[in-house]
Nanobody, 119 residues
Framework: QVQLVESGGGLVQAGGSLRLSCAAS????????MGWFRQVSGKEREFVAG????????YYADSVKGRFTVSRDNAKGPVWLQMNRLKPEDTAVYYCTSGVGVNSLGDYWGQGTQVTVSS
């Protein structure tokens, strides 16, 4: 079992920045790809960003490309999501997730952290 814990959400004005982090613990026997999804109440959870276990390749949703950056220092350390030039439409609960690969995220999920961007 793998536990994922997110932190760093909050309230920010449009144009501001936030940095989310996700720490994995438990049975992390193998390096994991990690990713971030977000969900607005009443809508489906959507992909935001993903990063390979080595950190050498990243993926982004078109809506956040150029504004958000996903990163990690090593295969088992925390994963960060730096969010710049935030917009009100970025308001959502952000979830950290893991998987064998970036195209198979969703094995485990964190509890989510609220990000609210005011206009």
């Amino acid at each position: 079992q793998v536990q994922l814990v997110e932190s760093g959400g909050g309230l920010v004005q449009a144009g501001g920045s936030l940095r989310l982090s996700c720490a994995a613990s438990g049975r992390t026997f193998r390096p994991l790809a990690m990713g971030w999804f977000r969900q607005v109440s009443g809508k489906e959870r959507e992909f935001v960003a993903g990063i390979t276990w080595s950190g050498d390749t990243t993926y982004y949703a078109d809506s956040v490309k150029g504004r958000f950056t996903v990163s990690r220092d090593n295969a088992k350390g925390p994963v960060w999501l730096q969010m710049n030039r935030l917009k009100p439409e970025d308001t959502a609960v952000y979830y950290c997730t893991s998987g064998v690969g970036v195209n198979s995220l969703g094995d485990y999920w964190g509890q989510g952290t609220q990000v609210t961007v005011s206009s």
